[in-house]
Structure formats: C-alpha cells, structure tokens
C-alpha cells in the first residue's frame, strides 16, 4: 500500500466529487470580473482580489482564496478572440480533469489538484520572502503589485494535460478538430514547452514564472512519486482475478477468436488494433474497456 493509499483510507471522505464542476464555475465568475474591469476601467481582481503577498502580510487574507478567481485562458488580442479561447478552455480541460478523477477517484484528483494549489501559495510565500532578503523594506509592496500579475493557476491546469497524457498515453486529442495526434506526443511537446518557459524566464529574470511551471511540474511528480508501491490487499487480489480471467480467456477462446472486447462498444483487439484494452480497477467486476473508453465509462458497483 503507498502513501496515498493510506491518505485515501484515512480521509477519503474529505474528496470533493466533480471538482472540475467547481474549478470551470470559479473560472466563470472571474471571467465576468475580467469583462466588469475592462468595461468599466477597473481592475477588481487585481486590487483586491488577487495573490499579493505584500498586502495579505497586511490584513488582507481573503486573498489566499480569491486569488483562484482568475480566468485561466482568457486572453486574446480582443474581447471575442478571448472569449473564444476560454471557451475551448472550458470544454477541453473540464475532459480532461472529468476522466482523471473517475480514473484516479474523487479524493486522489482533490489530493492533486489542491495540493497544486498549495504549491502556488507556497511559490508566492517563497519568492516574496526571498526577495525581502535582498531589497529594501519599502520596495516590496511595489515589488508584490506587479509579481502578482503573474501568480495564478494557469500553470496548474495545464498540468492536468500532462497528467491525463501520462495516464492514458495513447488517447487520441483532434488539434483544431480535424488532425488526431496522441497524448503521448502531446506530452513531449508540453514538456518541450515547459523548458522553453522555464529558460526565458531565466533570460529575461522571471523567476516567479520559472517557479511556477516547476511548481506543477513538482506537484505532478511528487503525485505520481507517492502514488506508485505495492498495492494493498484488496489490490492483489483485484489483480489476482484479472489474471486468472485473462488466463480463462485463452484457454477458452479458438486461436483465431478475439481475446479482449470493450464492455462500452464490443470491439475487439481483431476490430482496432490500434486500441489498447484493459481492466478498470474501479469497477466491481471483470470489465474491460478499450483505450476510448477505459477512463469515460461510468464504474459498475454492484
């Protein structure tokens, strides 16, 4: 049993079900604080709102929280452009954190994604304390001001790409709806990316946003760290009963038959050999499902 196994049967109760629900609805309300500033000349999430270290070391905080409020993909050359683009923001990474918590759970996808939360907070805490080391007590609010610009959760829900790639490596994503590319190779281009970030931001002295990126990075391996050991007893014996229906399967079946087929949609390895076919160890029951539909199904608890 690893560690988070143990946190799961310890405070498994305290998983938030369908967070992703939450996430995209807080993205929303920041979305209409963005639109509220741009119409009226007024930056509500900035002024108040945001994570200024300077200003919750003074009172202010309310900022641990609010700070989240900010719209992640907005952004744009105008209003609509933006518009759009958070709106394919929406649609994509509500999938994708959608099918990390069925595959993982509800408690180990809250584990993750408010443990990267955490990982920003501490980011700010650190790099404004660091830099109280170096300049003068007066510079720091105007120092906090124009770091907090860049202190969001952005980095974090990207992430959620990567970790949905390195779970399912071989799910297929349509780049502008028409070219399928799999996860796996989007995953080397994130990362190409996340290193393009990180030695820009060292060029041109943006250290807070080199903390960032690998402050997810961070998170994303410290979970899947914490995540690998042997499996519990229940575990073994879940894979146990997968063994010995794979090893029935064989002795069962012509060896020109099909030995995997997709509970969802009834193919088989001989119909897609592209797909890859497994067991959900969620499910209560030997349930098989393609690689399309091993982290969309619905779990059979019986």
């Known amino acids: 049993m690893n560690f988070i196994d143990k946190l799961e049967r310890k405070f498994g109760r305290f998983g938030i079900p369908n967070l992703m629900k939450y996430v995209i609805g807080v993205n929303i309300i920041g979305l209409f604080f963005g639109i509220f500033g741009e119409i009226y000349k007024f930056n509500l999430y900035y002024d108040y709102l945001s994570l200024d270290v300077y200003q919750i070391l003074h009172g202010q905080v309310w900022r641990l929280v609010t700070f989240v409020f900010y719209p992640s993909g907005f952004g744009g050359s105008g209003l609509i452009s933006s518009l759009l683009w958070f709106a394919i923001w929406i649609f994509v990474y509500y999938s994708i954190g959608m099918s990390l918590e069925r ?139 997968r063994k010995t229906e794979f090893r029935r399967k064989i002795n069962h079946t012509k060896q020109t038959g099909p030995i995997h087929r997709c509970a969802i949609c009834g193919r088989t390895e001989l119909d897609a050999p592209h797909l890859d076919f497994r067991y959900c160890s969620k499910c209560e029951g030997n349930y098989e499902y393609c690689s399309e539909h091993l982290f969309t199904h619905e779990h059979v608890h019986r």
């Open 103 to 241: 595959y993982w759970g509800t408690f180990r996808f809250t584990l993750f994604y408010l443990g990267g939360v955490v990982f920003v907070i501490l980011t700010a805490f650190v790099y404004y304390f660091a830099n109280a080391l170096i300049y003068p007590p007066e510079y720091m609010r105007l120092i906090s001001y124009y770091t907090e610009a860049g202190i969001t959760l952005e980095y974090l829900n990207q992430s959620l790409f990567l970790a949905f790639a390195l779970a399912n490596p071989d799910a297929q994503f349509l780049i502008y709806f028409v070219i399928p590319v799999k996860a796996k190779w989007l995953s080397i281009l994130y990362f190409v990316m996340d290193g393009y970030y990180i030695i820009s931001g060292i060029l041109n002295q943006n250290y807070i946003a080199v903390a960032l990126v690998a402050g997810s990075l961070i998170n994303l391996g410290l979970f899947f760290f914490f995540s690998h050991g042997k499996p519990g007893a229940r575990g073994m014996y879940k894979n146990h009963k």
